[in-house]
Nanobody, 120 residues
Framework: QVQLVESGGGLVQPGGSLRLSCAAS????????MGWYRQGSGKQRELVAF???????NYATSVKGRFTISRDNAKNTVYLQMNSLKPEDTAVYYC??????????????WGPGTQVTVSS
């Protein structure tokens, strides 16, 4: 019913920037929280940032001050602007969203992920 697709990943040198996008499509009544997780090789998936309805945002300590999450509700899209990238930011980045498909029924959806590699 709902599909999330990420884009914008790639290879960048330390200190560089990337902007990730995630667009939601399908049967959507409304979207509550949208956000980003990441998972490095051999590591557990961790929360990077989320943006809840009303503009309330939260960031992992490791990215605070370098990453910025934002949303375009008209496009059902969430963005992650990543600046001053470090090698330890290398991971597959996954989009997620809590979606109200019909009034009163919320579900959690995940995108397939996009690779971000920070290396010189």
């Amino acid at each position: 019913q709902v599909q999330l697709v990420e884009s914008g990943g790639g290879l960048v040198q330390p200190g560089g920037s990337l902007r990730l996008s995630c667009a939601a499509s399908g049967s959507i009544f409304s979207i509550d929280t949208m956000g980003w997780y990441r998972q490095g090789s051999g590591k557990q998936r961790e929360l990077v940032a989320f943006d809840a309805t009303g503009g309330n945002t939260n960031y992992a300590t490791s990215v605070k001050g370098r990453f910025t999450i934002s949303r375009d509700n008209a496009k059902n899209t969430v963005y992650l602007q990543m600046n001053s990238l470090k090698p330890e930011d290398t991971a597959v980045y996954y989009c997620y969203a809590t979606v109200e498909v019909v009034r009163g029924s919320k579900y959690h959806y995940w995108g397939p992920g996009t690779q971000v590699t920070v290396s010189s």
